[in-house]
């Protein structure tokens, strides 16, 4: 069993940063493949960035350059630092575990991108 606390998130202008945190409970941390998804409202849940157990890291295309997932497997934690925010990628953000069959999703943080 693990269990996934997002933080980080809130309020930022337009072309701001924020760097969102994930910290896992729980053991074999370093196992899982990490993720962070959105989701906006009205809309459906979709892809950031996921990092494997061995750092390879998958980017959706309109994060690449913008955003960056890491991981300290020391700390159980999984973070995701965004930059040159847009209002666009105003949502809830969610970490997620995956190592099957085991799939685990945190609460969710969110991220408001306003002037």
């Known amino acids: 069993q693990v269990q996934l606390v997002e933080s980080g998130g809130g309020l930022v202008q337009p072309g701001g940063s924020l760097r969102l945190s994930c910290a896992a409970s729980?053991?074999?941390?370093?196992?899982?493949?990490m993720g962070w998804y959105r989701q906006a409202p009205g809309k459906q849940r979709e892809l950031v960035a996921t990092?494997?157990?061995?750092?390879?890291?998958n980017y959706a295309e309109s994060m690449k350059g913008r955003f960056t997932i890491s991981r300290d497997n020391a700390k159980k934690t999984v973070y995701l630092q965004t930059n040159s925010l847009k209002p666009e990628d105003t949502a809830v953000y969610y970490c997620?575990?995956?190592?099957?069959?085991?799939?685990?999703w945190g609460q969710g943080t969110q991220v408001t991108v306003s002037s």
């Open positions: 997620n575990a995956n190592f099957e069959p085991w799939n685990y």
């Open positions: 729980g053991s074999r941390f370093s196992i899982y493949t």
């Open positions: 990092i494997t157990s061995v750092g390879s890291t």
